[in-house]
């Protein structure tokens, strides 16, 4: 087994969906996450805005995501679907999911421990 298929039996499956037709219907074991598109303020998709850096990162959203379920602020789950169907350009979600982005904080520890990709 590669290292890339090594998972801890406690991780959580994301699947990535950039086609908003190719959501179907999920299970309450399932949480949800929906990326939002370029604000429109002035800039392209995927350059850095401090203003949209904290809508869109997806370690803060799962992290955040991790530790409501864990303190009962909302229901457990065991599997994400992030929906990047908004965004031009996937490539940065990508690269934090798959471990391509330097750890900024604890929380991109904990997210590269807890959750991978599928697909």
Known sequence: MTAALQHRPDAIPVTLVTDASALVPMDRD???????????????????????????????????????????????????VVDASGLGDTTKVIAALTGKLPAQALRDHTVARRFYLVG
Request: hydrophobic share 35%; proline share 6%.
């Open 30 to 80: 399932t949480a949800y996450l929906k990326l939002p598109p370029n604000s429109g303020h002035g800039h392209a998709d995927g350059q850095h805005c401090a203003a949209c850096a904290g809508r869109d990162d997806v370690r803060t959203m799962l992290f955040e995501l991790l530790e409501g379920a864990r303190q009962g602020l909302h229901p457990a789950f065991t599997r994400v």
